[in-house]
Nanobody, 127 residues
Framework: QVQLQESGPGLAKPSQTLSLTCTVS??????????WSWVRRPPGKGLEWMGT???????YYSPSLKSRTSIARDTTKNQFTLQLSSVTPEDTAVYYC???????????????????WGQGTQVTVSS
């Protein structure tokens, strides 16, 4: 059974670049047809899809975050990463990594469209 675990700093200052890592165990991130995503939940709000990298390394981004977001992978470590630049307090959220099967659910904010989730990591942006 695949397991996902987020890691990274819990606190960031405004204007900094936030870097998070999702470590995957129990399955390879290169395995077809899996899509690996970053999703966040700001306080009091619903899920927001940020971006996805698929089994072949192709990346997809939310239009609203595309200018600040970069998703990459390290296949030797079976990890994928999120970088979010120029953070503001509005980027405060619980950040999750998640897996979906196939591209049909790309961009989804429905939790049920993902078959595996990390437990989430709280990130607070504050000076």
């Amino acid at each position: 059974q695949v397991q996902l675990q987020e890691s990274g700093p819990g606190l960031a200052k405004p204007s900094q670049t936030l870097s998070l890592t999702c470590t995957v165990s129990g399955g390879s991130i290169r395995t077809y047809p899996y899509y690996w995503s970053w999703v966040r939940r700001p306080p009091g709000k619903g899920l927001e899809w940020m971006g996805t990298i698929n089994f072949s390394g192709s990346a997809y981004y939310s239009p609203s975050l595309k200018s600040r977001t970069s998703i990459a992978r390290d296949t030797t470590k079976n990890q994928f990463t999120l970088q979010l630049s120029s953070v503001t307090p509005e980027d405060t959220a619980v950040y999750y990594c998640a897996r979906a099967v196939g591209s049909g659910r790309l961009g989804s904010t429905n939790r049920l469209d993902y078959d595996s989730w990390g437990q989430g990591t709280q990130v607070t942006v504050s000076s």
